[in-house]
């Protein structure tokens, strides 16, 4: 019998596999990329750029090094077109970066290949400067090794492509161009190489609008976002009062890249159009039905309670944790400009805010997760959406036919809300 059950699960495991797609797969790949990498907490202490045939280093402080024959125009028209899609210092040797550049797009194909000892993350689109991408992850460790990306043609310049490497150089497996150009080791850069420092406008709007919500209180609430557009940065959506969309309006006005589409909840004629969050739905009676009855018995209003608490709650870490690492990705994009401190300050207190928020959902939820939790102190943004997720399908009308069965959903819920090992 219990040969017979193991059978059955490994054919469910090999078709779960089989059914998930190229963007799929590429969304787990670079989710647990990402996870390991802020885990982690280290990033490149340079990065080495290529393009026909001229190669440049390139440091997290925007210490620009010119290799070989280029000449530091070189250097700066790479830096420049990874600055089109929001890139500077090791963005385009990240996979945090990689994922929200892949989620910003409206249409894209995604592909997946194996190579020696890595996995190649390929996406194209016709929607963002870069038009081909790939990333390629070390396997034993999920690191991004190499990228490789092909722009767009811009006025009378040819397309560029532009490879990354660490700063050991760049393998020959990803080179679009033969060349013999070497690429030393930091160590072997002239010291008198001069220094290029470049704020991209766009990063220094989007640090703008990022501390106008943070300061507005607005960080914490789904129903704002702020969107990278190619050539602008978007704060859109939905605030309580008029006194404070005209607050927000007149801190971002002055912004020549940015664009306000705020509106009050009031005013709003179509919600359900124009929200950056919409609210989870399903068809089926909540998992976890009976066990809130038990829980209040003869009780509606603590029920009621309880409910309001639990979507209250999971929102915020949503909100909160969205910007937190919107913020932080920022910060470390523009390490130059006076508003990163702004924006690490900002988002120490989100930290605390999200401890706040873990230790209050635990303390609700306890009685049915039982004893023994030591509540987390953060969640990625991908957590804490699927933490929303799990609570809505155990409280609310939120379940759908590919719902988790009770005792799962609670397994997940525990280890979500769960303190991490060190």
């Not at 393998?171 to 190489?193: F, N, R």
């Not at 859109?236 to 927000?248: F, Y």
């Amino acid at each position: 019998m219990a040969a017979s059950v193991a059978a059955v699960l490994i054919v469910a495991l090999v078709l779960f596999t089989m059914d998930l797609t190229p963007s799929a797969r590429a969304d787990t790949l670079l989710n647990k990329a990402a996870w390991q990498q802020s885990e982690e907490q280290q990033e490149h202490t340079s990065i080495l750029l290529r393009s026909e045939g001229h190669a440049c280093a390139v440091s997290t402080n925007f210490q620009l090094v010119s290799l070989g024959d280029s000449g530091n125009s070189s250097c700066k028209s790479m830096t420049a077109q990874l600055h089109r899609v929001g890139w500077t210092g090791n963005d385009g040797l990240s996979a945090s970066s990689f994922r929200a550049w892949r989620k910003s797009l409206p249409h894209k194909t995604d592909s997946i290949r194996k190579v020696t000892d890595a996995t190649e993350i390929q996406t194209e689109t016709n929607d963002s400067p870069i038009r081909k991408a790939v990333l390629r992850l070390r396997d034993s460790d999920d690191h991004p090794v190499t990228a490789r990306y092909e722009f767009a043609a811009e006025g009378n310049e040819p397309a560029a492509i532009i490879e990354v490497g660490e700063q050991s150089g760049l393998p020959p497996v990803l080179t679009a161009h033969s060349s013999d150009v070497p690429v030393p080791k930091p160590a072997e850069l002239p010291s008198h190489s001069p220094a290029v420092a470049v704020i991209n406008p766009l990063d220094d709007a989007e640090a703008h609008a990022w501390l106008a919500l943070s300061h507005a209180g607005l960080t914490s609430d789904v129903l704002v976002a702020v969107n990278r557009q190619p050539d602008a940065v978007k704060v859109w959506g939905v605030v309580p009062t008029e006194q404070a969309k005209a607050d927000l309006t007149s801190a971002l006005q002055s912004q020549p890249e940015m664009q306000v589409d705020i509106t009050t909840d009031g005013a709003q004629e179509s919600p359900s159009s124009s929200l950056p969050w919409t609210a989870w739905r399903g068809n089926i009676p909540p998992l976890a039905a009976d066990q809130l009855q038990a829980q209040f018995p003869n009780d509606p209003q603590a029920s009621q309670q309880f409910l309001n608490d639990m979507d209250m709650l999971t929102r915020r870490l949503v909100a909160e944790t969205r910007s937190r690492e919107a913020m932080l990705t920022l910060a470390d994009r523009m390490p130059a400009s006076a508003l990163a401190a702004s924006l690490r300050d900002d988002t120490a207190k989100l930290d605390t805010s999200i401890r706040t928020d873990l230790s209050s959902l635990a303390t609700r939820l306890g009685p049915l997760l039982g004893s023994g939790l030591t509540p987390a102190h953060r969640l990625s943004y991908e957590e804490a959406t699927r933490l929303y997720a799990l609570v809505h399908e155990l409280f609310f009308m939120g379940r759908s036919q590919d719902s988790l069965d009770r005792d799962s959903a609670w397994a997940q819920t525990r280890r979500l809300l769960s303190q991490r090992a060190s």
